[in-house]
């Protein structure tokens, strides 16, 4: 897994280079290409805003709001109103619009991996170079990148078992080990925060491959 890491270190350029899915348009549209990408028409997303200050950081707070994907589409003036100083959430799996905790989730699709205690650089060397099948890389306006791997599980037991299983591989490279449940946040690409920002607070989408393989984004 370390193989990338021990020459020259990965740069947001390399992901953005090796994504199949081309990222040309102005980054602001991220959200749009990525809920057009990895989401069915008909289903709900749920994106955050709300947030509570913790150690000059805002961290989400409330339910959010939950919008059909083909009426963000169709209007995406809507979802260039939906940010904060904070910037935004959204739940890396579809709800039923009834909720947004596990049990609300309609499609045990993604889940989440987070590094918040190594360097910027080797945590994109990290993701580039580990053999998950990784559909999206979006970096947090701060001091991490979310990476969305693709597990397909048919019920929220089974996506908690894989997770599980996953992310305990993947301890030793500094993995949060806290991102197990299915109705998880990510950073919401295509948003800028000012709060707990790190250069200009852009949270970009690097990388996307709607139907990815278990193999690294970089080879060795």
């Given at each position: 897994v370390m193989a990338r890491t021990r020459g020259q270190r990965v740069a947001e350029?390399?992901?953005?280079?090796?994504?199949p899915y081309r990222l040309d348009s102005p980054?602001?549209?991220?959200?749009?290409v990525l809920f057009r990408a990895l989401f069915h028409p008909e289903e709900l997303v749920n994106i955050v805003v709300e947030h509570?200050?913790?150690?000059?950081?805002?961290?989400?707070?409330?339910?959010?709001?939950?919008i059909r994907v083909s009426h963000l589409v169709e209007h995406p003036a809507i979802l260039a109103g939906l940010r904060s100083e904070a910037g935004a959430w959204v739940r890396m799996n579809p709800v039923d619009g009834?909720?947004?905790s596990?049990?609300?989730?309609t499609a045990f699709r993604f889940a989440l991996l987070e590094f918040d205690t190594i360097p910027m650089d080797l945590q994109l060397s990290l993701v580039?170079?580990?053999?998950?099948?990784?559909?999206?890389?979006?970096?947090?306006?701060?001091?991490?990148?979310?990476?969305?791997?693709?597990?397909d599980q048919p019920s929220a037991e089974d996506y908690r078992n894989r997770v599980r299983e996953m992310l305990l591989l993947l301890e030793k490279y500094g993995v949060d080990q806290a991102n197990k449940n299915p109705s998880r946040l990510s950073r919401?690409?295509?948003?800028?925060?000012?709060?707990?920002?790190?250069?200009?607070?852009?949270?970009r989408l690097l990388y996307l491959n709607p139907c990815p393989r278990?193999?690294?984004?970089?080879?060795p």
């Open positions: 350029a390399d992901l953005w280079e090796a994504s980054w602001e549209g991220d959200g749009l509570a200050l913790r150690n000059g950081k805002g961290t989400p707070a409330g339910f959010g709001v939950t009834k909720g947004v596990d049990m609300n989730v580039a170079s580990i053999p998950l099948p990784i559909s999206a890389v979006i970096t947090s306006g701060g001091r991490s990148v979310h990476a969305w791997i693709r597990v919401l690409p295509g948003v800028r925060r000012t709060l707990g920002r790190q250069g200009d607070g852009r949270q278990t193999f690294p984004i970089l080879n």
